[in-house]
């Protein structure tokens, strides 16, 4: 089962500098969320505060989860160790083999990260949260420098592992239609101070495909909301 969390009247502040303010958000296990906002709104702190990288400066934060695995926008691989080592060092015990073929890296074990593409770095990356077998799964900005087909192609991955596995998973973007296609409800946030304006429930069969006309229509109506709020 997925995580649970639960945010209730949080607030994060860096000295004078004031990132979130009154956060009240309950996250269900195996719930899909999508927090969207513009760069530099407070996305990434709020996936730091859920790590337990940084702690509430007001308010009450509870995350019951047991592993969390983070997947950074940058693979921040370690570069002398071949993606085999890259894998071991989060986990000893992992099934390093199931997860280089569920990601499409079979025959890259022994391959140094400075031999592969961005798309397989990337594909290395979430290899890494995963190897923790996490019941969170926290996503930033987790494809934004990827070329379409490739960023489609790991998102594809993602949601059969989720389906596999039902973790709880949070993704940061600025995409609306990668916020669609990730979640099952999306939380749109201001500008720093960011706070929550609104939440839109998506709504789409599974399993989803990334140029469906549902989707399509959703994004529209979902740009709506995002141009008038």
């Not at 309950?26 to 790590?51: D, Q």
């Not at 993704?171 to 720093?192: F, G, P, Q």
């Not at 929550?196 to 789409?204: E, M």
Request: glycine share 6%; aromatic share 6%.
């Amino acid at each position: 089962m997925g995580a649970s969390i639960e945010l209730v009247g949080v607030h994060k502040d860096f000295g004078q500098l004031k990132v979130l303010e009154n956060w009240d958000l309950v996250i269900n296990p195996a719930e899909r969320i999508a927090v969207l906002g513009l760069s530099g709104s407070g996305k990434t702190t709020f996936l730091r505060l859920l790590a337990g990288i940084e702690a509430p400066t007001q308010g009450r934060l509870t995350v019951v989860s047991q592993k969390t695995g983070f997947v950074f926008q940058e693979p921040r691989l370690i570069p002398w160790r071949t993606i085999r080592q890259n894998l071991l060092f989060v986990n000893e015990q992992a099934n390093i083999d199931e997860l280089l073929k569920t990601l499409h890296l079979e025959g890259f074990a022994d391959y140094l990260p400075a031999q592969l593409s961005g798309g397989m770095k990337q594909r290395v990356n979430l290899a890494r949260a995963l190897a923790v077998s996490p019941d969170l799964l926290l996503m930033d900005e987790a494809f934004a420098s990827l070329d379409l087909k490739v960023k489609v192609d790991i998102m594809n991955d993602v949601m059969q592992l989720w389906q596999q596995r039902r973790f709880t998973m949070v993704t940061v973007t600025h995409d609306l239609k990668e916020a669609l296609y990730l979640s099952d409800r999306i939380i749109l946030i201001s500008n720093r101070p960011a706070r929550i304006i609104h939440q839109f429930v998506v709504n789409l069969k599974e399993p989803r495909q990334f140029s469906s006309p549902e989707l399509l229509a959703l994004e529209g109506e979902l740009l709506r909301i995002v141009c008038r709020d």
